[in-house]
């Protein structure tokens, strides 16, 4: 029986996702933090957004994960002390913590998820990593003993990881640069192209959220508040779905193509198995209605598309710490004292 002082943790580039065991509870917040002075927290997670691109001049609000890995080592120790606390007020100084963690990570990389969960105990912290596909895999049903071939794709905040498990393992994977972020800039780029209006990432990402669509006969607009590039003053812009289709579906095509060039590389003993089952979709991004008719166009494969998006690696994670017999993929890290 696992000690129910457990922990997972998938720490993801916009969101981070929190399971405590005893609590039986998930938390979902945005991975930020503002800093004051280089050192003292002023606010982290959902509080931190709220600062972001409002922040006053001396405070620095900043994302401390980039593509799924660990960027500010420093920064993401506080912000996990935190919300580590937030999810379980009671929790001892000696937790047992499950890390969803990308792959091809150097031996740097998985000490910096020992030394993130350190954070000053007296006691050693016990560290276990998880391959972040095999997440999605568990949450996602696939038989990962028996498959010959499965492809998971996770578009989640900055990047898509696409990845194929077979002989119970991940045996190719790689981090394709499109994500939500880059679906934002996309959406504020055309604006600023066709209007001459500047908006920020937020809004932004509030315009993607509300409007895109790949179904048809989504008629729907919004009113945002922007900078005139020409004038420099506030001005109001109506935007519509269209608008934003043309940017999301322009981003998301390279995106595609790098996915169906990512196919027709996997050698055929596995290709085959992969069209088979369909690919799997899942990840934040993965919410944008009809996405899923969109890539099976694009990349020629049938997709299941997953029920949890965003929190499929996270529900993997908490089936594992439930389920002795797939605790297997979960491998212990040490770290230096
Ligand atoms: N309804 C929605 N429509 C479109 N995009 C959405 C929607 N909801 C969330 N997103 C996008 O999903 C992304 C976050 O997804 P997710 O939580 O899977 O990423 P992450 O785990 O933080 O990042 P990563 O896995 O890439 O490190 C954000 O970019 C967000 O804008
Ligand atoms: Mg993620």
């Known amino acids: 029986m696992l000690s129910k002082n457990a922990f997972g943790v998938d720490l993801g580039t916009s969101v981070v996702k929190i399971y405590s065991l005893r609590k039986n509870r998930l938390l979902s917040e945005h991975d930020m933090i503002a800093v004051m002075g280089g050192s003292q927290v002023i606010a982290v997670g959902n509080d931190a957004y709220e600062m972001f691109e409002k922040n006053p001049p001396g405070i620095l609000v900043d994302r401390p994960m980039v593509s799924g890995r660990i960027a500010d080592v420093a920064e993401v120790e506080m912000l996990l002390k935190l919300l580590l606390r937030k999810t379980d007020r009671h929790s001892s100084s000696r937790p047992l913590i499950y890390f969803s963690a990308p792959m091809n990570m150097s031996e740097l990389e998985k000490r910096a998820y020992y030394a993130i969960s350190d954070a000053g105990n007296p006691k050693s912290p016990r560290v276990f990593l998880v391959d972040r596909p095999i997440c999605d895999a568990i949450s996602l049903g696939i038989p990962i003993t028996r498959t010959k071939g499965s492809m998971i794709l996770d578009i989640g905040a900055q990047s898509t990881e696409v990845s194929v498990i077979a002989g119970e393992q991940v045996i ?20 600023r192209r066709e209007r001459n209006l500047l908006i920020g990432s937020r809004t932004a990402r509030r315009l993607k959220i509300s409007l895109a669509t790949f179904l048809t006969g989504g008629k729907e607009e919004r009113r945002v508040t922007g900078i005139d590039t020409l004038a420099g003053l506030p001005r109001e812009e109506v935007i519509t779905s269209d608008l934003v289709n043309r940017a999301v579906e322009a981003e998301l095509r390279k995106g595609a193509e790098a996915m169906r060039t990512f196919l027709e590389r996997t050698p055929p003993q596995l290709s085959g198995s992969i069209m088979n089952e369909g690919i799997y979709l899942t990840g934040g991004t993965a919410r944008i209605p009809g996405i899923e008719r969109y890539l099976c166009r694009m990349i020629g494969c049938r997709i299941n598309l997953s029920r949890d998006y965003e929190f499929s690696t996270i529900k993997g994670l908490e089936e594992l710490m439930q389920h002795k017999e797939l605790r297997r993929w979960a491998h212990s890290i040490k770290g230096k004292r």
């Open 172 to 191: 190719v994977s790689d981090s394709l640069p499109i994500g939500g972020q880059q679906l934002n800039e996309a959406v504020a780029n055309e604006i």
